[in-house]
Nanobody
Framework: QVQLVESGGGLAQAGGSLRLSCAAS????????MAWYRQAPGKQRELVAL???????RYAESVKGRFTIARDNTKNTLYLQMNSLKPEDTAVYYC?????????????WGQGTQVTVSS
């Protein structure tokens, strides 16, 4: 019904930048909150940044001032601009969206995209 497809991951050097994208498709009536999570090896998945349907944003302390979350509602696409990358940002990054489909709101996840930051 709903697919979230991430792109833009890869390898970056410390201090560099990457931009992640997440395109939502399917029988979507509307999308409320969207978010980026990440999971490093041996660690729990954690919230990186969230943007509400109205555009309010929230960030993990560890990425404040370095990452920027944004969305394009006309394209059902979520973005994460990551600057001043650190090796500790290395993780699989997942897109998450609360989508209304056939009158029901459900939580959807992308397949994840690997981000590796070398020192």
């Amino acid at each position: 019904q709903v697919q979230l497809v991430e792109s833009g991951g890869g390898l970056a050097q410390a201090g560099g930048s990457l931009r992640l994208s997440c395109a939502a498709s399917g029988s979507i009536f509307s999308i409320n909150a969207m978010a980026w999570y990440r999971q490093a090896p041996g660690k729990q998945r954690e919230l990186v940044a969230l943007i509400s349907g109205g555009g309010a944003t929230r960030y993990a302390e560890s990425v404040k001032g370095r990452f920027t979350i944004a969305r394009d509602n006309t394209k059902n696409t979520l973005y994460l601009q990551m600057n001043s990358l650190k090796p500790e940002d290395t993780a699989v990054y997942y897109c998450n969206a609360d989508c209304v489909v056939a009158g029901t709101m459900s939580d959807y996840w992308g397949q994840g995209t690997q981000v590796t930051v070398s020192s």
